[in-house]
């Protein structure tokens, strides 16, 4: 069993940085792959970045590809996001589980989520 939660969340404005952290326990995180996803009001809950355990491969969705870094260590999981804009508010969820299945939205687990809200 995992566990996840989420921190970093908050109200910034428009071209501002925020990087949120992810603290895991259980011992099959440091073996699976770890990504964040958010969801938006009155939308569906979409991948944002992924990573593998040992950080070789890594994917990122067109709207976070060049602005949002993913980043992880055995324990952890990082999202640096800049140039953050308004259709990135969000409540962003930390996941794991395999690869593969992160990347079709089928993780093991999830974290609560934290919010971040972007002003123009």
């Known amino acids: 069993q995992v566990q996840l939660v989420e921190t970093g969340g908050g109200l910034v404005q428009a071209g501002a940085s925020l990087r949120l952290s992810c603290a895991a326990s259980?011992?099959?995180?440091?073996?699976?792959?770890a990504a964040w996803f958010r969801q938006a009001p009155g939308k569906e809950r979409e991948i944002v970045a992924a990573?593998?355990?040992?950080?070789?491969n890594t994917y990122y969705s067109d709207s976070a590809k060049g602005r949002f870094t993913i980043s992880r260590d055995s324990a952890k999981v990082y999202l640096q996001m800049n140039s953050l804009r308004p259709e990135d508010t969000a409540v962003y969820y930390c996941?794991?589980?395999?690869?593969?299945?992160?990347?079709?939205?089928?993780?093991?687990?999830w974290g609560p989520g934290t919010q971040v809200t972007v002003s123009s």
């Open positions: 996941a794991s589980g395999w690869y593969n299945r992160l990347l079709t939205g089928t993780p093991f687990y």
């Open positions: 990573i593998t355990w040992n950080s070789d």
């Open positions: 259980g011992e099959s995180f440091s073996r699976d792959g």
